[in-house]
Each structure stands twice: as C-alpha cells, then as structure tokens.
C-alpha cells in the first residue's frame, strides 16, 4: 500500500524556521518524482518544489527559491521541506505528492499525503 506521511507542521513567527518530513511506504522514492505542494484557505493548491531522489535534481518556485530546500534520505525513503524566512503567506496546508517524473503540475501526481499544516504568524 502507497502511503506519505507528513509531519512537522506548526506554528511559528515570521522569520523562523520549519522542516517537514515525509516518509514514504509502499514504493522506492528513487523510481520517482516527490513535490511538495501548499494549499493556503481559499486558495487553490500550488507547487512548491520537486525531486528526482534518483539524481537529486531539484525543482522550485520563484516564491521560494533560496528560503525552501527539498531534499531527500533515500535509506530512508523519506523526503524533506527545510523552510527558512518564513513570511505570513506561506501558511497553508502543506502536501507532499508522488509522480511518475519531474513536475510542477499538481495533476501529474497520483498519490498524495493527508496535508501538514503550516502558520506563519506576524
């Protein structure tokens, strides 16, 4: 059974730091592409950076890139969201999402993880 587990979520003020985990079952995470994804309340959901733990090519929005990290512990079967300078508009529920290769696009993501809330406070 295909399963992805978050963890990590919190509260925390503007500025800090959060890293989410997800640990994968079910399949190998080097015959994929993992992304993690955010949706904010009223919002629709959006990418927020990919993988290809096989080569360890990353993937990012321009919103993130150099505060976000992805990365991923293959022996593990787990990957990470390291979030540095957070700001009040990344709060939302964060998801991370298996595919079959590299994407930003939310529809070529088949299996998904319940979601870890994020909220950045002021």
């Known amino acids: 059974e295909v399963q992805l587990v978050e963890s990590g979520g919190g509260l925390v003020q503007a500025g800090g730091s959060l890293r989410l985990s997800c640990v994968v079952s079910?399949?190998?995470?080097?015959?994929?592409?993992l992304g993690w994804f955010r949706q904010a309340s009223g919002k629709e959901r959006e990418a927020v950076a990919c993988?290809?733990?096989?080569?360890?090519?990353?993937y990012y929005i321009n919103d993130v890139k150099g505060r976000f990290t992805i990365s991923s512990d293959n022996a593990k079967n787990t990957v990470y969201l390291e979030m540095n300078s957070l700001n009040p508009w990344d709060t939302a529920v964060y998801y991370c999402a298996r595919a079959p290769w590299a994407s930003m696009a939310a529809d070529r993501y088949d299996f998904w993880g319940q979601g870890t809330q994020v909220t950045v406070s002021a």
């Open positions: 079910g399949f190998a995470i080097e015959n994929y592409a």
């Open positions: 993988i290809t733990p096989e080569d360890g090519d990353t």
